[in-house]
């Protein structure tokens, strides 16, 4: 898993490359989340368009992210979903909690302020 992160008008665009499963994958992301919460960053877009592959463990991250950054008043939004993504999404309902978007720009206008 490749993580690399960018600000964008006040938005942290974190974009994944590889695969999200259990292990040292998870525990990457884990560890990135964590650390931008901490430092304040109450905005974050994953951008998930160069994930090859999601267990139920990167699932489970995912849903861990979202709880965490929404008990400290911040929002977790979701890009580029692949095909695969998508449709596991809306098989557990979760496409009903998270907010997924295909267009970047869109997505970061989507931030309250």
């Known amino acids: 898993m490749k993580i690399t992160t960018r600000i964008v008008d006040g938005v942290t665009v974190v974009d994944l490359q590889g695969r999200l499963t259990l292990g040292e994958d998870t525990e990457q992301f884990r560890t990135q989340i964590r650390e931008l919460i901490q430092s304040g960053i109450k905005k974050i877009l994953l951008n998930m ?25 911040g929002q977790l939004k979701l890009l580029n979903l692949t095909k695969k993504l998508h449709d596991l999404l809306t098989v557990t309902k979760l496409l009903t909690v ?8 869109r ?6 302020g």
Request: aromatic share 10%.
């Open 107 to 112: 997505a970061i206008q989507s931030f309250s």
């Open 49 to 73: 368009g160069n994930v090859g592959y999601i267990d139920s463990s990167g699932v489970g991250e995912l849903v861990r992210a979202y709880a965490s950054l929404t008990n400290q008043g």
């Open 98 to 105: 998270f907010e997924a978007h295909e267009n970047e720009q």
